[in-house]
């Protein structure tokens, strides 16, 4: 069994990864951990400097990740990508073929809700397998 974990290096998405894992990790599964850092549209110096830092600040939060996954005797793989979240999930998916993907659900305000649109809404309409959408706390 493949499962891939959605993260985006918040203690939130941490926590719900440990629940998770401990959900399935009576099956033995292999884990890929997905991060998607997004992309800055202006690409100046300054915009890509940031970027970059963001960059390593989630990488090292994966690879903390990462290790707690493989404390639990877990194989884990990690994807970092920069881009659409959305699009860079899809593509994830399609190139590690899991038998499940795991994200979790952020709460929105009433403004972001209007505003931003939904990472979980958008899988559960093209991913093409099976989601588990958790909530976090």
Known sequence: MRIMYCHDGTEGAQQSLERAINIFKCDKPDVVLVCVAEDVLDASLEDETITEEYQAEQGAIMRKAAEWVAGNGLEVDVLLATGDPRKMILEAIGKKS??????????KSAMEGVFKKSLSAYLVKNAGCHLFIMGTS
Do not use: L
């Open 98 to 107: 899991p038998d499940i993907v795991i994200i979790a659900r952020k709460e």
